[in-house]
């Protein structure tokens, strides 16, 4: 703690944003950090069992992934005080039996978790 | 002249170097690269001589690193990180231990799909290298390709608010006067951030005088970025690689200030740790299968901390030193008894000579 308030006093008094933010000369700027965590899991409302391979995307942008074996996923969305989340069925097979959902997250933290059952058609 | 700003960042400076904190790693996860470049530092090619190093290996390093700091980030690097097919795991690993990563890519396999695979990753921070417009890029890139799929990559990143991101341009005698329209190529794709590089004179790159600016041409380069700050059209700017006299601050955001073995660490290829990718593998202080790279960060990196040893050669009677102090440490190589490159020399001999003519 002692340690960045002495940085800060001196880097500010030197007038300098590289106290703030600097990249290596053959590296990338840093990271600012503005994403969340959305992590999930899709379930059957009816006979509770994990959904695989449900699309979940985030409506404002072309983010998606897919449900995994256990129906569950996860992936970094942007930061924002809440999220569109749509879960499709896009395997015509196996979810062939489910309705696509839509629903909207309030976000309070840096990571966000929900829990989602798809009806039967 | 006195300065006191200057004055108070050289205390900066030490007190930083004093505190020594890991903030930046570098983690040179393949050597294996899709291209062939003229300049390339690291002589990298499709067939490595090493294998990619195993996610878990560099993780079991990362592991060392007690309580890193909020901003913590890992920059993966090559060869071209995008030929891992892993890369959104070791992205998803890196950030389950509550640290950030970014990548330097040359853009050539960085479609949408792969775009949205790294965003999901929670990679936060991206660089991507364009060389020029199509004739040059594609000249320097070795690939008649390459323009197209860059072109491609830039339009994605550049349209993601969260990614901080920029390009980066190693400048050369065929491209240092297409720099006003690379500018308006970058501004019309909606890129806000722009960092130019002279090519420095190692790996292939040393055998090819077409690569190296002269000095006239490098004052060229100060006057361009300099000029191009003040339309604040796009956030422009020389890199970090070497000092430039009276050109501070004219061309960056601060004093220069290198950081390698400083803030700045890497586990590269074989395992060794070191600083940035580009400094000469003999300053490696450790390697992660035998040393553990967080003691090797708090205890070693001596020459990086304490750069004494670089007024040597043209650096011992130079009046500059004090704010340079060797240039970028990626400037020795060899046996290390002179700066390979000093920008501010550079620019000296330049107004020397424009000052003859007058």
């Known amino acids: ?121 | 002249m006195f300065s006191l700003k200057k004055s108070l960042f050289r205390i900066f400076k030490e007190t930083e170097t004093n505190f020594h904190e890991l903030n930046y790693l570098f983690w040179e996860c393949t050597t294996r690269c899709n291209m062939n470049c003229l300049h390339c530092g690291s002589d990298c090619s499709k067939e490595s001589s090493h294998p990619d190093m195993p996610l878990n290996d560099f993780l079991s390093a990362l592991d060392t690193i007690k309580d890193p700091p909020s901003d913590f980030t890992v920059v993966l690097t090559g060869g071209e990180p995008l030929l891992r097919n892993d890369i959104e795991t070791c992205g998803l690993e890196i950030r389950k231990r509550k640290m950030r990563w970014s990548m330097v890519t040359n853009g050539y396999l960085y479609d949408n799909e792969k775009h949205i695979s790294l965003l999901n990753a929670g990679m936060g921070a991206l660089t991507i290298s364009l060389d020029g417009l199509e004739d040059t890029h594609n000249w320097l890139r070795n690939s008649d390709k390459s323009f197209a799929r860059v072109d491609q990559a830039i339009l994605l990143a550049a349209n993601t608010a969260r990614l901080n991101f920029d390009v980066v341009t190693c400048v050369n005698q065929r491209n240092i006067n297409q720099l006003p329209s690379i500018s308006d190529y970058l501004i019309r794709k909606g890129v806000k951030a722009w960092r130019l590089f002279t090519i420095i004179p190692i790996g292939r790159a040393k055998d090819n005088p077409e690569l190296n600016l002269t000095d006239q041409q490098f004052k060229q380069l100060m006057d361009f970025i300099s000029k191009t700050r003040k339309t604040k059209t796009i956030d422009v700017k020389f890199s970090c690689e070497g000092y430039v006299g009276t050109y501070e601050t004219k061309v960056r955001d601060s004093y220069f200030f290198c950081r390698a073995g400083i803030n700045i660490g890497s586990v590269l290829i074989d395992g060794s740790i070191s600083a940035c990718p580009n400094i000469d593998r003999s300053f490696s202080q450790g390697n992660i299968y035998n040393d553990n790279l967080f003691d090797v960060w708090k205890t070693k990196f001596e020459p990086f901390r304490n750069r004494k040893w670089t007024k040597i050669g043209q650096c011992a009677n130079c009046s500059d030193y004090n704010d340079c102090q060797g240039n970028g440490f990626h400037n020795w190589h060899g046996d290390k008894q002179n700066v390979l490159v000093c920008h501010n020399q550079k620019i000296k001999n330049t107004e020397q000579f424009e000052s003859k003519k007058q």
């Open chain 1, 1 to 121: 703690m002692n340690r960045n308030i002495l940085k800060r006093i001196i880097g500010g008094l030197s007038f300098t944003s590289a106290l703030f933010v600097f990249q290596a000369c053959y590296g990338t700027p840093q990271d600012l950090g503005l994403d969340l965590l959305v992590e999930g899991q899709v379930k059957s409302s009816g006979s509770n069992l994990p959904l695989e391979g449900i699309k979940v995307s985030v409506i404002e942008n072309d983010q998606y992934v897919f449900t995994d074996e256990k129906g569950k996923f996860g992936f970094y969305a942007p930061v924002s005080d809440s999220i569109n989340l749509a879960f499709e069925v896009v395997d015509s097979t196996q979810n062939s039996l489910y309705l696509s959902k839509d629903t909207v997250l309030d976000v309070k933290a840096d990571r966000v978790y929900v829990d989602i059952k798809l009806d039967e058609k």
